[in-house]
Nanobody
């Protein structure tokens, strides 16, 4: 069973930065697209950023220019660098495959941005 372990969240003031890390326990990591998702209270989970197996990236409009997704295949790790954070970025952040087929969701990591 594949495990996804997210970390790096925390409380930060608006304008601050955080770097999220997702460790993935699968030997087929390098062949899969991965994405960062977030779920704010009372809202549906949304895809924030995705990175393909060839490191092409895409972002939802609200984070373009502020967030950067990257991957390290040797470490089976996906990162999300978040800069210029805004209160509306407050959510639990998860990583998972960037396709309709998903692994079991991890615990996520809480990001709270104060104004």
């Amino acid at each position: 069973q594949v495990q996804l372990v997210e970390s790096g969240g925390g409380l930060v003031q608006a304008g601050g930065s955080l770097r999220l890390t997702c460790r993935v326990s699968t030997i087929i990591f390098s062949t899969k697209d991965f994405g960062w998702y977030r779920q704010a209270p009372g809202k549906q989970r949304e895809l924030v950023a995705v990175i393909s197996s060839t490191a092409n990236t895409n972002y939802t409009d609200s984070v373009k220019g502020r967030f950067t997704i990257s991957r390290d295949n040797a470490r089976r790790t996906v990162y999300l660098q978040m800069n210029n954070l805004k209160p509306e970025d407050t959510a639990v952040y998860y990583c998972n495959r960037g396709s309709l087929q998903k692994f079991d969701w991890g615990q996520g990591t809480q990001v709270t941005v104060s104004s």
